[in-house]
Structure formats: structure tokens, C-alpha cells
């Protein structure tokens, strides 16, 4: 029989409304940041409305994996409001969230859970450029919301020409928190906007990658959507940007040191004869692959 690790979890970091819940894994078991779970903590009645969206690009995000070994890829959803606010967020996530809520279509939540791995994360602008991030952290630890000032993107264009999702598209670049980007926007589609927080460009950007290849986007539809551009009111643990950077920087390379001290989990390793033990060196010694979209 096959060693496995049984993690007994009680979150204190912030009043998460969960039940103690447990987890047997087999040994050398990695907590995969990717594979979040479900928000249920959310009511639809009780989104906070910003706007009003007139189009939605889908774009393909893709991104290393926690071991560098293969790319994983998101499809995210942004919105562009028609009064200037925007929202970023994977469309996985959505479905999720809608399906583990009741709605005035079902009145019931489904026990619905993650089908493959996402960028946990969900981005808002503002019409002055001011953005806030919620951020889910592993095995349903609390989303960190932080808020930022507006970002300044100094655009160089280029005249070289591309064509993403057969239009036309022209080259520019720019340096950002520690990285220098490409980008390639459409100056027949007049939006001011693209994925993540980025924008500023005359047209609507439909590929953009850092030249380290660490994050790369790429539209594959464009269409007319009115919808609410609404952030759902879950529980969250409000922070500052670096409050935020420095947690999601344990959760990532020291993973087990983010459970067991941060979050406040129990944790418990168990050997073949059902021998139980706490976590380790083995453990605190596993590090994740993780380099921010922004290094600054």
C-alpha cells in the first residue's frame, strides 16, 4: 500500500465560512496552485456592479506549471465596460462559481470541481487605470484582494505587421515591473484594452508574451456581449500588493510552510502501515516554479 499524506485543515488566516475538511494523498504529494477549488461563499443577488460590458475577447493564456514541465493553458474571458471598466478572469473559474451557487435557474448548488488547472486569479480596472487582483491561494485558502494604483505603459510602435484571428495587428513593446513585452493590437478594432491590466495602445492588443515567454496571450474570438461587469462579493482577505506578494511568494516556494503556518493547517504523513508523522525536511524542501507577471 502506498504511503500517503492525510492533511487536516483549519483555515485562521482569515473567517473562511468551510468545514473541516480531510485529505489523503499518496507520498510526495505537491499541492498544484493551479487547481483551485469552487466558491460557494457568494450569493449571484449580491455582485457588486461596475458597468455594463459591449464586447468580450477570449483570449488563450498559457504559463509553466509549478515544475517548469509543461505549459498549462486558461482560457480568460475579458470584458471591456462601455463607461471604461474591465475584467479579467478565467472562464473555467466562472463556470465554477456559477455552478456552485444557487441562482434563480437552480436553486441548488452542484458539486462542481476543477477540471484542469487555471491562473487563479481575476483582474479589474478602472476607467482611471486604478486595478484590484483577488487572488485564490491552495486547497481553498483565502482569496487575497489587493488593490494598486494606475499602471503606465510606455508604448514604442513598431511597423512590423502580424494578423491574429485573420486582422491585421501592429507591433509594440514596452518594459512593465521587470519585463519587457511584445504586443500586437488591431487599430481597426477602436478598444482600449486588452488582456490582464494591459492597454494604451490605438486598437485593441490580440497578442501580447513577455520575451521571457513566461506568460503569453492570444485572442481566438472577439464578439458583441452585454453583460455585467460585477465582482462577487466572497469572503476575502484584503491586503496591500506586498502583503500579497510576499504571501503568494510562501505559498510557492515553500508550500507546506504556507499550510501548516500560514493557513494553519494539520498535517499529517502517514507510511504504509498506517504509521503517522508530521510534516518534515522532505516536505518544507518542496519548492514551486513561480515567476509573477509582475517581478517588480
Not at 21 to 49: C, I, R, S
Not at 206 to 224: F, H, N, P, Q, V
Request: aromatic share 16%; net charge neutral; proline share 6%.
Amino acid at each position: 500500500m502506498k504511503a500517503r499524506i492525510s492533511i487536516l485543515f483549519f483555515l485562521i488566516f482569515v473567517p473562511l465560512s468551510v468545514n473541516a475538511q480531510m485529505f489523503a494523498v499518496e507520498a510526495g504529494y505537491v499541492p498544484n496552485p493551479y487547481l483551485v477549488h469552487p466558491q460557494a461563499d457568494w450569493q449571484w443577488e449580491k455582485q457588486k456592479t461596475y458597468d455594463t460590458a459591449f464586447i468580450r475577447i477570449r483570449y488563450k493564456m498559457t504559463f509553466w506549471n509549478g515544475e517548469k514541465s509543461e505549459r498549462y493553458q486558461d482560457n480568460r474571458l475579458v470584458f471591456v465596460g462601455k463607461n471604461g471598466y474591465r475584467k479579467d478572469v478565467s472562464e473555467l473559474l466562472e463556470v465554477m462559481d456559477w455552478k456552485n451557487t444557487p441562482t434563480p435557474y437552480t436553486d441548488k448548488r452542484q458539486a462542481y470541481t476543477y477540471a484542469s488547472p487555471l491562473f487563479p486569479a481575476t483582474f479589474f480596472v478602472s476607467p482611471q487605470g486604478d486595478s484590484w487582483t483577488l487572488f485564490r491561494t491552495i486547497l481553498g485558502g483565502p482569496i487575497l484582494r489587493y488593490e494598486e494604483k494606475p499602471a503606465v505603459f510606455n508604448w514604442m510602435l513598431h511597423p512590423e505587421t502580424d494578423s491574429v484571428l485573420g486582422y491585421v495587428c501592429q507591433k509594440a513593446s514596452m518594459d512593465s515591473k521587470g519585463r519587457h513585452y511584445l504586443a500586437w493590437y488591431c487599430p481597426d478594432i477602436a478598444v482600449n484594452a486588452g488582456p490582464y491590466k494591459f492597454d494604451g495602445l490605438p486598437g485593441l492588443i490580440l497578442r501580447m508574451e513577455d520575451t521571457a515567454a513566461d506568460y503569453i496571450w492570444e485572442a481566438d474570438g472577439i464578439e458583441k456581449f452585454c453583460t455585467p461587469i460585477a465582482e462577487k462579493q466572497f469572503v476575502v482577505q484584503k491586503s496591500t500588493r506586498k502583503q500579497a506578494r510576499e504571501l503568494l511568494d510562501i505559498m510557492f516556494s515553500q508550500p507546506y510552510k504556507f499550510l501548516s503556518q500560514i493557513l494553519g493547517m494539520k498535517i499529517k504523513v502517514f507510511d504504509e502501515y498506517e504509521n503517522s508523522r508530521s510534516v518534515g525536511e522532505k516536505e518544507f524542501a518542496v519548492t514551486l516554479y513561480y515567476r509573477p507577471v509582475e517581478l517588480e
